[in-house]
């Protein structure tokens, strides 16, 4: 049985930082994608980055590119995702999700496509 949890949200100021924490089992994440979605009130759960396990390549979302980080852990199976420069438009809860069932290369970014799912943490960035 998968289980992710997510731990590290809070409430922060304009242009401040967080570090979120998904903790990985039940699985062996290595042929996985390990992807980052947020779901602000009114809108439709979107991508914001990911990760291959196994060769470590990383992906973000246009509207977070050069400010949060997507990064793993192989140790502990701990995905992170460290937020910089936050945003009052980034307020959200987020989540981390598994994808199973990964192409050849690149990552999906399709929350549908993703097989399991953590709780949420919310984040608000007050302005």
């Known amino acids: 049985q998968v289980q992710l949890v997510e731990s590290g949200g809070g409430l922060v100021q304009a242009g401040g930082s967080l570090r979120l924490s998904c903790a990985a089992s039940?699985?062996?994440?290595?042929?996985?994608?390990m992807g980052w979605f947020r779901q602000a009130p009114g809108k439709e759960r979107e991508f914001v980055a990911a990760?291959?396990?196994?060769?470590?390549?990383?992906y973000c979302a246009d509207s977070v590119k050069g400010r949060f980080t997507i990064s793993r852990d192989n140790a502990k199976n701990t995905v992170y995702l460290e937020m910089n420069s936050l945003k009052p438009e980034d307020t959200a809860v987020y989540y981390c999700?598994?994808?199973?069932?990964?192409?050849?290369?690149?990552?999906?970014?399709?929350?549908?496509?993703?097989?399991?799912w953590g709780q949420g943490t919310q984040v608000t960035v007050s302005s």
């Open positions: 990760i291959r396990w196994s060769s470590g390549s990383t």
């Open positions: 999700a598994a994808d199973l069932t990964p192409g050849i290369a690149g990552v999906t970014t399709k929350a549908y496509e993703y097989d399991y």
């Open positions: 039940g699985r062996t994440f290595s042929r996985y994608v």
